[in-house]
């Protein structure tokens, strides 16, 4: 119960910011995560998409945007959020290859075609 009310504050909280400063790319990204992690994937895609306008060349933001697509069934929308992530610079194989997020796409060959590129050399 406590947990649930303090992510209920947490999240009003930094909705409350956002109202002041809709571009406060911070709140945006930190929302999009509180949103996720407690089941609003509508929401935290809704502030992914918002992060990738105001920061495209944020590699993490792509890579974000990937698990919300991923995390909403949208494979092919996910797997093209997840090569511009790369093609930014994101390079966390270990975290990409066992993201739960990500677990839609595991087995498919764009992803694991993706994984290969990353994958650190023996």
Known sequence: MAKERDAAFETGFFESVLRRTPDYADVVEILGGLYTKHGRIADGLRMDRKLVKLQPANAT?????????????????????????????????DWMSQDPDLEVLRQHPGFLSLLETLKPES
């Open 61 to 93: 933001a792509h890579y974000n945007l990937a698990c919300s697509l991923a995390l909403s069934k949208r494979q092919a929308d996910a797997l093209r959020s997840l090569h511009r992530a790369v093609e930014l610079g994101y390079r966390d194989f």
